[in-house]
């Protein structure tokens, strides 16, 4: 958006007249809004894409129409299919239980087969690789600090495939291929363009951590599958709110819409059915993990921010105390008692029975004191979560991956999920090789992806506070709810791969720079060509940088020293 000088007022001299506000920021980029009509302020419609590429090709008009209508799912569903090729190609290797697969997998298997997280021996996952036929279920409960959705999640896996790999990372790789189509969909929500929605899926596609924790069976991805699915459900909200609030207001005698201060203040915009889908999935993410509650709060405080700039563009005089009377009420009990009682739900299979672990804890150790006229699920369960709230406040101890918050975003400090240095002509290690090979499983984001982010999240924060974009706002809300958090927490045990979370943002921070530097639309060809030159080298460069660090994406054996060039900073190794 550009901006032009502003004319003097008539009878005053402008050099005479200090500056406003607006006009005094433009110096750091600041611009006014384009004047735009009111009803594309409410519901901005979607960017057609350009028909010269099918020109040049020779297709025919109305086939290119079909073409064009169609790139609003079929270009996200290629992306996505891309996507799942990726995830799901050899899933089952490494045949191993790597890291914290040791207790997810399991523990899926144990709420499949009885309701509750058991107690495993801790040498039986040679066993279960073997024979997994041959290792019964322990019965004893097993202490554990997680909600249980996500294990639900791989356990359904498990159900289908069998206690395999192969069957514990199915449905984790079935929701990180969901997620990339979502995100396609959602970026082109956002942007009003489909070239920039598969642009953002495609980036999540070759995002190293993502495909990594999309083929690997714990909890991290299942909790961003359900997060981007809440977003999603509040954007398309966000669409269907503001469409009532346009379809509402007057029309003059020219067939031009207009604010109206009753209408924008006054009308109330009903059911919600979006919002309550997005209570729906914060309360799976938040059954997943507990950080998804943080995530609850602020997308909660977003929409309602969101209510007041629909009120407020079409025409509301006090937007603020309008949706104080109007949305506040709805939207607090269309998402915060559906996301309680969906977490409530989750824990169905440790409430019908009567064997896990601190199930019967309010007829035992906590019989009698206070609040004895609940439920003793009710009380049972309360003293279960506090128990693990002081797990995780005082999970201190020192691990060999962890890393500062801070370091994320620069992939400080990544984690090795796996590790093999087999001799040559074993596991796949060349015969031809001169001494060992290397195979690790190394749970990294694609560095130039994230290095770029760096780059557009400050992008994004310049755009919101001095343009402000909704849009950057909305990207740079979910990238602090999903790592700001961890911040609180600097002598916790913490990893890089929670990062996971915010990824999808990240990649739309990405895709938003990458649109900017394409240039604004109507700039000259000269600038449309630069642009399209910058643009493409980094897209290219971060798929080139996905394909090379595909072998410690995916345990695959390779000499010990191209191992050592893929190490580029010491902290990786």
Known sequence: MTSTAPEALQGHDADEKQPSWPQRLRRFGHAPRAVTGLRERLVPPYTRPSDRLWAVLGVPAPMTERLVRWSAWGGPALVALVAGVLRFWNLGSPKAVIFDETYYAKDAWALINQGYEGSWPKDVDTSILKDPSSVPVPADPGYVVHPPVGK???????????????????????????????????????????????????????????????????????????????????LIDRDRSRARLAAALPVDEEGVLRPDASVAEGLRLGWRPWRSAAGLMLGLAFATKWNGLYILAAFAVMTVLWDVGARRTAGAVRPYLAVLKRDIVPAFFSTVPVAIATYIASWTGWIVTDKGYFRDWATTAGKGGHFTWLPDWVRSLWHYEYEVYQFHINLTSGHTYQSNPWSWIVLGRPVSYFYEDPAAGQDGCPASTAGKCAREVLAIGTPMLWWAGAFALCYVLWRWFFRRDW?????????????????????????????????????????????????????????????????????????????????????????????????????WV
């Open 152 to 234: 639900w999640v791989i356990g359904l896996g498990e159900q289908m495939f069998g206690f395999t790999p192969f069957g514990w990372r199915f449905m984790v790789a079935v929701l990180g291929t969901l997620s990339v189509l979502m995100l396609c969909r959602i970026g082109r929500r956002l942007f009003r363009s489909t070239f920039l929605g598969c642009l953002a899926g495609a980036l999540l596609a070759v995002d190293g951590l993502h495909f990594v924790m999309s083929r690997t069976a714990l909890l991290d991805l299942v909790l961003m599958f359900f997060v981007l699915a809440a977003f999603g459900c509040l």
């Open 471 to 571: 849009r950057a706002g909305a990207i740079a809300c979910a990238v602090a709810v999903g790592w700001g958090p961890w911040l609180l927490y600097q002598e916790r045990t913490i990893f890089l791969f929670y990062a996971v979370v915010f990824v999808p943002y990240l990649c739309l921070a990405v895709a938003m720079m990458i649109g900017a530097i394409l240039g604004p639309r109507g700039a000259d060809e000269r600038r449309r060509t630069i642009g399209a030159v910058g643009a493409g080298v980094l897209v290219l460069l971060i798929a080139w940088n996905f394909i090379y660090f595909w072998p410690i994406y995916t345990g695959e054996a390779i000499p010990l020293e191209s191992w050592r060039n893929r190490m580029w900073l010491d902290t």
